[in-house]
């Protein structure tokens, strides 16, 4: 485990840039936290990685957001998601290994994620806007 302190929305970014530079562009990047912990913003950073420099907001209503950059991102929420019916009814198993999947609220379907899974962990830190990352 790797872990990170983020004092900004821009120490986010940065901290996501570093972890993207770490990957191939076909993972599955499932990310742990509260409401407002920056899964969105880590988000951003990831993917301008990616060279997806705009656009990148929460799939909260879409379920599901595709970027294109270098190459192909599929932004997932999976907030509504009660079970593996739901999850199979949003396509998620036919995005695997096209692209780098991303998956806001992974503790709805933990139970049914690819095994090399990168889980990503944000909390909040002791001091305002502080968050602390970790990469497991």
């Given at each position: 485990m790797t872990e990170y302190i983020s004092r900004s929305l821009e120490d986010t970014e940065r901290i996501a840039k570093e972890?993207?530079?770490?990957?191939?562009?076909?993972?599955v990047v499932a990310f742990l936290g509260g409401l407002?912990?920056?899964?969105?913003?880590?988000?951003?950073?990831?993917?301008?990685?990616?060279?997806?420099?705009?656009?990148v907001h929460s799939p909260t209503f879409a379920i599901v957001n595709e970027y294109q950059g270098t190459v192909p991102v599929y932004h997932f929420d999976m907030y509504r998601v009660a079970d593996e019916d739901d999850l199979y009814s949003t396509g998620f198993y036919d995005y695997l290994g096209k692209g780098l999947v991303i998956i806001e609220w992974s503790e709805n379907v933990l139970d049914f994620l690819p095994q090399d899974t990168i889980f990503i962990e944000l909390s909040y830190g002791e001091e305002e806007n502080t968050r602390i990352i970790r990469r497991k």
């Open positions: 972890i993207a530079s770490t990957l191939e562009g076909k993972e407002g912990a920056g899964k969105t913003t880590f988000t951003r950073g990831l993917v301008s990685h990616f060279g997806v420099d705009n656009g």
